[in-house]
């Protein structure tokens, strides 16, 4: 293997030697949140004609642990190397910027792709979906874990200590997914929250995610697409070029 895939290797092995934490415990939350909320909400919310309220929750929970998940892996990777030491190991190798870029965000995207994918083999037991253009599914769930993946770079490339990137996470990934559509069409809130999740990035990618099940969604797909795709250019670039200047990790 050459040196990024190398990287990419071991990124993924990290994850995977603890398979049962990093995998199986987002897939137990997310089938509570199923069960809970589609135990309690099943006969009282329609969002979709011919659509069950619990079948409308899965979409999104899927897409909310991959991207929750893409988001863990490379921030968690990142912060974990600079407080134990061993992160000038991989500074004295001759990998480039692009090269550190493309094994962490890898590693993000394979993580949350492998929830994701847990979360519907293991909902399949409990309800039906559809899957009317799985072309749109396969191109947000990438282009999400991507853009999360980057922005975990972001977190960990700034955090110091777990204290820190724990803040990136409960006060801005957790309140950003949770608010996106997971549990609820948006045009079932009141007009001033209307419009504030359509500045919520988080959304467009679970609504456009849902399309691919269900043909519907409470905006465009295409217009989803273009605010999705501007976001992870804006966020990779913004990620690569901390990697490329070495930021708070060549000090």
């Known amino acids: ?4 895939q190398m990287l990419f290797y071991k990124e993924v092995m990290r994850f995977w030697r603890v398979v049962g934490q990093t995998v199986g415990g987002p897939v137990l939350t997310a089938m509570l949140y199923l069960l809970i909320f589609g135990h309690a909400l099943e006969s009282h919310v329609k969002v979709y004609d011919q659509v069950s309220y619990t079948a409308f929750l899965v ?6 642990s991959l991207l929750q998940n893409a988001f863990a892996n490379s921030s968690s990777s990142l912060i974990a190397s600079k407080v134990m030491g061993n992160l000038v190991f991989l500074l004295l190798t001759p990998l480039s910027s692009w090269h550190w870029f493309v094994a962490y965000v890898g590693a993000s995207v394979f ?13 399949a037991f409990f309800t039906e979906f559809s899957f009317v253009a799985p072309v749109w599914i396969v191109v947000f769930a990438l282009m999400g874990a991507t853009l999360m993946g980057a922005l975990g770079l972001i977190a960990g490339l700034h955090s110091e200590k777990f204290e820190q990137l724990a803040a990136f996470q409960n006060f801005i990934v957790m309140p950003m997914t949770f608010l996106s559509g997971v549990f609820y069409s948006i045009h079932s809130l009141p007009p001033f929250w209307q419009k504030v999740s359509h500045l919520n990035p ?34 990779s670039a913004a990620a690569a070029y901390l990697l490329r200047i070495g930021y708070r990790i060549r000090s």
């Open 202 to 235: 988080f959304f467009y990618m679970i609504d456009g995610f849902r399309y691919g099940f269900f043909g519907v969604s409470d905006v465009s797909p295409w217009l989803s697409l273009g605010v999705v795709g501007v976001t992870l250019l804006v966020v």
């Open 1 to 4: 293997m050459t040196g990024w």
């Open 111 to 123: 993580r949350g792709l492998v929830v994701a994918v847990c979360v519907f083999a293991v909902s």
């Open 59 to 64: 979409p999104g929970l899927a897409m909310m």
